[in-house]
């Protein structure tokens, strides 16, 4: 996120759903928000990313994961997500791209 250029990033750590929907619904801003495919206990993205979306959140929602070669990713939008993105394809100019897509308004 650092190695972004044409975008200032204020990045939100949590390492739990839990604590990403805590933030959520602290009232800190967030404009977007990518959540790691599988965040245990959870399975996987259809268990994590309703919980951030029943907590108010009606920003953008973009899973990473290591694979999106399971069935279940086709799917991906009836689970309140926006987008996917492989772990292999992070890089500043797969963000910069995401973010003029998902918040910069034409």
Known sequence: MTKVQSFTIQLHYSDTI???VDVIGSG???AMVLVDNRLPPHGDFRETVPLIRQKGFI???????GSLD???FQSFQE???DFRLDKAELDPTAIEFL???YLVKS
């Open 79 to 81: 689970y309140g997500v």
């Open 18 to 20: 839990e604590a990403a």
């Open 28 to 30: 800190t801003p967030i």
């Open 59 to 65: 920003g953008p929602v973009g899973v990473i994961s």
């Open 99 to 101: 973010l003029q897509e």
């Open 70 to 72: 399971d069935a279940y």
